[in-house]
């Protein structure tokens, strides 16, 4: 399959053919028909991976004190190499995707075979998502209307934060795609809302959605603006979801805001506080995790472990089905927010022009998929996965019968303690990973023949009697099973 992939040492971004992923427990395999571009983030991130060391360290000051941390503790030279271990790795692009159901892990009850189903899977033709980071896409709602479910759910979790009642004056700093849908979703909870930005056409956009704007652009005083908007009071709630290393978005939402205000952070800004502005008003500052409870919590997101709705009512993905459900009664505008459509095969052209003057003024861009008309995928669809786990290097020539050594596992302690001692020392047959992407970063940087996701398949396929030895570098508790097929299959392992 292929996925776009982000060098953070070159700055390359790629449209890459690597193994697709395999079904896990907990999990659903999803064939990818649409995926949002999130304009900002991923801005951020093309950008990162093209600037030199200096700037890297520049935008990056907590990462260097870490650095600094590793040298004194660990040594200049592993520090080094671990660096450049970090910075070799390329990272998937994108966290918004819809897409059908092909398959389903063991203990999946919620979903089915056919399932149109939005996730957080990356830029890529197909996904393997963990349930909880999915949800079932209603009747009426269109693949390019759901795709903006993710950035919908981020907003709804910033507001959510901020608690805002029927009536409240309400600021958005910053009318991105996230600021845009907060100002949709904030209207639809019957708050007054001011929309703060630089760009004339976003805040026509804010304009049509319902709210009063300010032109930061043209000198205007966004706080003067939000006392009149408040009718002196102040504003009851600043939301921030502006992108900036200024620490002027959190002195002027502290300086707009009543007694006793709540601002919220959902976007990146200058975190220098003034503790006057927040002692005098006893305002309340809060940053949003993301797309709600759950967040980076293995015991949810890994394995599946729902929260109980009655202490937890909004987890993330109870926010993307409320998300959904705005867009079928049809209360989120996102035909507006649409910039354009662009085919998976040539979305290299717009990354390529994120960096470029007009790309700021880019709001949503769609990625449409091969078969992306087709409700449900028939059984040749279905299987191609697993056709396609085994993504072969032509370059290199494998005779058989030949004696090689295949490694089970892909992470750190192979790639930095194994791997490089073994290089050029003896051939590399395939490399297994649970994630496809570790798979073929490890094919490509250390010479193996194959790449695959599933070790059941290297010891199914073994033409013309290829053997060899099998390393197995896992995590220490998934060493048995596969200690027993490699010996069932006569292999010798280590």
């Known amino acids: 399959m292929k996925q776009i992939l982000q060098s953070l040492k070159s700055g390359v971004t790629e449209v890459a053919e690597i193994p697709a992923p395999g079904t896990s427990r907990g999990q659903l395999l999803i064939h990818t028909t649409r995926t949002l571009i999130s304009a900002g983030t991923e801005r951020m991130l093309v950008g990162f991976g093209k600037a030199n060391l200096?700037?890297?360290?520049?935008?990056?000051?907590?990462?260097?004190?870490?650095?600094?941390?590793?040298?004194?503790?660990?040594?200049?030279?592993?520090?080094?190499?671990?660096?450049?271990?970090?910075?070799?790795?390329?990272?998937?692009?994108?966290?918004?995707?819809?897409?059908?159901?092909?398959d389903t892990g063991a203990g999946v009850t919620t979903f089915g075979v056919g399932d149109r189903v939005i996730s957080n899977g990356a830029h890529a033709q197909v996904v393997s998502v963990p349930i909880n980071l999915c949800a079932r896409i209603p009747d009426g709602v269109t693949d390019d209307e759901a795709s903006f479910t993710i950035l919908g759910a981020i907003a709804l979790q910033g507001i959510r934060l901020v608690a805002p009642t029927l009536g409240e004056t309400v600021v958005v700093t910053g009318l991105g795609l996230i600021g845009l849908l907060a100002v949709q979703l904030l209207r639809a909870a019957g708050c007054r809302v001011l929309g703060l930005d630089f760009d004339p056409a976003k805040l026509a956009l804010a304009r049509e959605f319902g709210?009063?704007?300010?032109?930061?652009?043209?000198?205007?005083?966004?706080?003067?603006?939000?006392?009149?908007?408040?009718?002196?009071r102040g504003v009851d709630a600043v939301l921030i979801t502006a992108a900036t290393q200024s620490n002027e978005p959190m002195h002027q939402a502290a300086l707009m805001s009543r007694q006793r205000g709540r601002i919220v952070l959902v976007g990146v800004v200058g975190l220098d506080l003034v503790r006057e502005d927040f002692y005098k008003k006893e305002l309340t500052f809060q940053v949003s995790s993301s797309y709600g409870p759950g967040r980076y919590d293995p015991s949810y997101e890994e394995h599946g472990n729902d929260y109980p709705v009655g202490f937890v009512r909004w987890t993330e993905q109870r926010n993307f089905e409320a998300c959904l459900h705005l867009m079928k009664t049809g209360q989120l505008n996102l035909g507006a927010i649409t910039t354009r459509r662009v085919p998976f095969a040539e979305s290299l052209a717009v990354y390529q022009e994120l960096l470029g003057e007009g790309a700021a003024r880019e709001v949503g861009v769609l990625l449409e998929y091969p078969g992306a008309g087709t409700r449900t995928p028939s059984p040749a669809a279905v299987s191609a996965p697993a056709a396609a786990v085994v993504s072969r290097n032509e370059?290199?020539?494998?005779?058989?019968?030949?004696?090689?050594?295949?490694?089970?596992?892909?992470?750190?302690?192979?790639?930095?303690?194994?791997?490089?001692?073994?290089?050029?020392?003896?051939?590399?047959?395939?490399?297994?990973?649970?994630?496809?992407?570790?798979?073929?970063?490890?094919?490509?940087?250390?010479?193996?023949?194959?790449?695959?996701?599933?070790?059941?398949?290297?010891?199914?396929?073994?033409?013309?009697?290829?053997?060899?030895?099998?390393?197995?570098?896992?995590?220490?508790?998934?060493?048995?099973?596969?200690?027993?097929?490699?010996?069932?299959?006569?292999?010798?392992?280590?």
């Open 54 to 102: 200096l700037d890297k360290a520049r935008q990056q000051p907590d990462k260097v004190k870490m650095v600094i941390t590793k040298v004194r503790t660990d040594g200049l030279m592993p520090t080094v190499n671990s660096v450049r271990n970090k910075l070799d790795q390329p990272m998937p692009l994108g966290y918004c995707n819809v897409g059908v159901v092909a």
């Open 211 to 232: 709210a009063e704007t300010v032109d930061l652009s043209a000198g205007q005083d966004p706080v003067a603006a939000a006392i009149s908007f408040s009718r002196g």
């Open 395 to 494: 370059n290199r020539r494998v005779s058989a019968p030949v004696q090689r050594l295949d490694v089970i596992g892909a992470g750190n302690f192979a790639r930095t303690m194994l791997l490089p001692h073994l290089k050029d020392r003896v051939p590399f047959g395939t490399v297994v990973n649970h994630t496809s992407l570790s798979a073929n970063h490890v094919k490509a940087k250390f010479g193996f023949a194959d790449a695959a996701t599933d070790y059941a398949r290297l010891f199914d396929r073994a033409p013309g009697g290829v053997s060899g030895a099998v390393l197995i570098a896992t995590r220490h508790h998934l060493h048995a099973p596969i200690v027993q097929a490699a010996l069932a299959a006569n292999r010798h392992l280590f």
